[in-house]
């Protein structure tokens, strides 16, 4: 088969890296040194890391992530109730293969949703689909989503979603349509998929968050079992303090 149109039809076949790469062996001098193995293999490693990065990337972009923060960055010289170890036992991402939730508590400046957006970081790049909401926004979206006609995809494709982040939950109560709809999210969600809650509010507060008492319970029960629990402490304010690569602009 002649070069040429070798390449034309890897183009055809959408493997533009391995045409790309054969356009390189062709032109590189000592190529034939290389067995016929080896040159297929340097083509199809082309095409496995581009495509591999192209997912990547394409993770990044819908999950919306708030602050660009990375587990690599994450500033353990600070006192601030972090455990190391746990932390790091977040990078294998085993915690959402289990379906395991965390709960990020701790005040303003803690460092909650840059932590959040780490551990989110980590997941896109393990192969999992993750999206970031602010429980303020979300409450909007959804109203939106219901007057337009588009709530059941909205919430069918969260409830598909490997890992959902929920900042900012507490500042204010839910009432008993919201709480419903995060209820309803939650169940869909329980023991299948994992899910980031980041608040100000202690675990043991957080029924004081919802207005109605028995929604309350469901949702709670949801919330903190099978969720690992991680209290920052106030004492030393992450604002404005160097993480590594990544400054935090954290306002949690």
Request: glycine share 4%.
């Given at each position: ?81 972090i455990d ?98 995060i209820l ?64 935090v602009n954290?306002?949690?």
């Amino acid at each position: 088969m002649l070069k040429y149109p070798l390449i034309e039809q890897l183009r055809e076949l959408k493997l533009h890296e391995m045409a790309t790469c054969y356009e390189e062996q062709i032109k590189t001098k000592d190529i034939l040194k290389y067995s016929f193995e080896d040159r297929l293999g340097m083509m199809l490693d082309r095409e496995t890391i581009t495509r591999s990065n192209r997912r990547t990337t394409s993770r990044l972009k819908k999950a919306k992530l708030k602050v660009n923060a990375c587990m690599e960055d994450i500033n353990f010289t600070v006192e601030r109730g972090i455990d190391r170890s746990l932390m790091m036992g977040f990078a294998s991402c085993r915690w959402i293969h289990e379906h395991r939730g965390i709960m990020l508590t701790g005040p303003t400046g803690a460092g909650k949703t840059w932590i959040a957006c780490a551990l989110a970081h980590k997941a896109c790049l393990q192969g999992y689909s993750t999206i970031y909401k602010r429980v303020p926004n979300f409450l909007r979206e959804i109203e939106t989503s219901k007057a337009i006609g588009t709530y059941d995809k909205l919430m069918n494709s969260l409830a598909k979603t490997d890992l959902v982040i929920l900042d900012d939950w507490g500042l204010e109560k839910l009432n008993q349509q919201q709480s419903l709809v995060i209820l309803e999210l939650l169940e869909e969600r329980y023991n299948l998929k994992s899910t980031i809650i980041a608040s100000q509010i202690p675990p043991e507060n957080l029924h004081a968050t919802i207005k109605d008492p028995t929604i309350a319970d469901a949702i709670v029960d949801r919330l903190i079992n099978n969720s690992y629990k991680i209290s920052l402490n106030a004492e030393n304010s992450m604002r404005g303090i160097s993480c590594g690569l990544t400054e935090v602009n954290d306002n949690n």
